[in-house]
């Protein structure tokens, strides 16, 4: 399935903020790691630095786009747990029931 135009814009202006939260995510946990009075600084240190090596490959932090990928990269980002179905609340039926089917799909 096509990704219409409107859905299409509609992706790639709530991508941002859907990443914006995730690293908000992120930067929570970075924190919690610091706070980490059981460790020293430089355990604390290299698994931070791990981490951002790790995170910041994540799609929730970046993301390649293309329209002809659009409902598989909101698949994925589902599955990764960056965004929700219900955040699909503003994009149109067709692509719900696509991306819903995919999900079905491939739960069992």
């Known amino acids: ?7 299409w814009k509609l ?3 709530k991508l941002a903020d859907s990443q914006e939260n995730y690293m908000d995510k992120l930067t ?4 919690d790691l610091l706070s980490d009075e059981n460790k020293n600084a430089s ?13 910041k490959k994540h799609p929730g932090v970046i993301m390649e786009m293309s ?3 659009a409902i598989w990269n909101i698949v994925y980002l589902i599955r990764l ?3 929700e179905y219900h955040d ?21």
Request: net charge neutral; no cysteine.
């Open 1 to 7: 399935m096509e990704i219409s135009k409107k859905d």
């Open 67 to 69: 329209k002809s990928e």
């Open 81 to 83: 747990g960056v965004i």
């Open 88 to 108: 699909l609340a503003d994009f149109s039926d067709d692509l719900k029931q696509a991306v819903k089917m995919i999900l079905d799909r491939n739960r069992g």
């Open 28 to 31: 929570k946990e970075y924190i």
């Open 43 to 55: 355990d604390k240190f290299w698994e931070l630095e791990k981490r951002i090596k790790q995170d």
């Open 11 to 13: 992706f790639r202006e």
